[in-house]
């Protein structure tokens, strides 16, 4: 396989910048993502870590398209995500899907399980009933979820709904925003296990957005560390944890009681 192949995400000298709205007509701005670059291999799950408002999440809404970039590019499978078609971003937008932090926020509330489920499932409607019971037993949930509104639902349960929504569209990349940092300690801990799970059986690249060193440390293969809008460094998972990178990075680590 060529190197150009194995890539399924690039991103080249990405910027956000958003407008301030201090009210008065002054022109501030901030700078949330400067100058970042990686890319995300095969079968890879390439972390970001770092602090609340580095910039993280803009990072993740410009790759959906949910934010306008101010500069550079984003590729995935070799095509500039700025340059599809309607037609094309359509088919496209299918092959990444998000999972964020405030799982029942993500959620219609107006909608049971069972809708936002088949909502997400492209395909007859005998197929769709078998799709979901398979997703269903995935994800830990059981049939009679089904019938449930979102606010029904504990913050874990909702989280699972949301990765059977995710994997209803059979994605290509996997996009994961603080996905237990809303949940009990408790509960952290088992939808770990079920990322782990996903990460390992399924054929699925995973982008992890967290300021949470303990999912990092059991899901990511590199990470990428975040300071102030810019990527100080990208190392490997094992470099990370023990301790091979810069400053930045050994004071995160401390900051999290690892030693
Ligand atoms: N829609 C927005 N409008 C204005 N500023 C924003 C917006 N979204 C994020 N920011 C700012 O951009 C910076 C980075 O935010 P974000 O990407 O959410 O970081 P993180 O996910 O790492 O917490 C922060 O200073 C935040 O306040
Ligand atoms: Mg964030």
Request: proline share 3%; glycine share 6%; aromatic share 8%.
């Given at each position: 396989?060529?190197?150009?192949?194995?890539?399924?995400?690039?991103?080249?000298?990405?910027?956000?910048?958003?407008?301030?709205?201090?009210g008065?007509?002054?022109?501030?701005q901030?700078i949330a993502?400067?100058?970042?670059?990686?890319?995300?291999?095969?079968?890879?799950?390439?972390?970001?870590?770092?602090?609340?408002?580095?910039?993280?999440?803009?990072?993740?809404?410009?790759?959906?398209?949910?934010?306008?970039?101010?500069?550079?590019n984003?590729?995935?499978?070799?095509?500039?995500?700025?340059?599809?078609?309607?037609?094309?971003?359509?088919?496209?937008?299918?092959?990444?899907?998000?999972?964020?932090?405030d799982?029942?926020?993500?959620?219609?509330?107006?909608?049971?399980?069972?809708?936002?489920?088949?909502?997400?499932?492209?395909?007859?409607?005998?197929?769709?009933?078998?799709?979901i019971?398979?997703?269903?037993?995935?994800?830990?949930?059981?049939?009679s979820?089904?019938?449930?509104?979102p606010?029904e639902?504990?913050?874990?349960?909702?989280?699972?709904?949301?990765?059977?929504?995710?994997?209803?569209?059979?994605?290509e990349?996997?996009?994961?925003?603080?996905?237990?940092?809303?949940?009990?300690?408790?509960?952290?801990?088992?939808?770990?296990?079920?990322?782990?799970?996903?990460?390992?059986?399924?054929?699925?690249?995973?982008?992890?957005?967290?300021?949470?060193?303990?999912?990092?440390?059991?899901?990511?293969?590199?990470?990428?560390?975040?300071?102030?809008?810019?990527?100080?460094?990208?190392?490997?998972?094992?470099?990370?944890?023990?301790?091979?990178?810069?400053?930045?990075?050994?004071?995160?680590l401390?900051?999290?009681?690892?030693?």
């Amino acid at each position: 396989m060529s190197i150009l192949n194995n890539e399924i995400l690039k991103v080249e000298n990405l910027e956000v910048i958003y407008p301030l709205n201090s009210g008065g007509n002054t022109h501030q701005q901030v700078i949330a993502v400067d100058d970042v670059s990686f890319c995300l291999k095969e079968n890879e799950t390439f972390g970001i870590i770092g602090q609340t408002g580095c910039g993280k999440t803009s990072i993740a809404m410009s790759i959906l398209q949910f934010v306008q970039p101010s500069g550079g590019n984003i590729y995935f499978r070799n095509k500039n995500i700025r340059k599809y078609n309607s037609a094309e971003l359509r088919v496209e937008r299918r092959k990444i899907q998000p999972v964020f932090q405030d799982a029942s926020g993500s959620l219609n509330p107006k909608m049971t399980i069972r809708n936002s489920l088949e909502d997400a499932i492209f395909a007859d409607k005998s197929q769709k009933k078998v799709k979901i019971q398979k997703l269903l037993d995935y994800v830990g949930l059981k049939y009679s979820h089904l019938e449930y509104y979102p606010h029904e639902l504990s913050g874990g349960e909702n989280q699972r709904v949301c990765l059977a929504r995710a994997l209803a569209a059979e994605p290509e990349l996997l996009i994961l925003d603080e996905p237990v940092s809303a949940l009990d300690i408790s509960i952290q801990g088992r939808i770990i296990s079920l990322l782990q799970k996903i990460k390992n059986s399924e054929n699925i690249n995973i982008l992890l957005i967290t300021h949470n060193l303990k999912i990092l440390r059991f899901l990511a293969d590199r990470i990428a560390v975040m300071e102030k809008g810019k990527f100080t460094e990208i190392l490997t998972k094992d470099d990370f944890f023990n301790f091979k990178g810069g400053k930045y990075s050994q004071s995160l680590l401390k900051l999290h009681g690892y030693k």
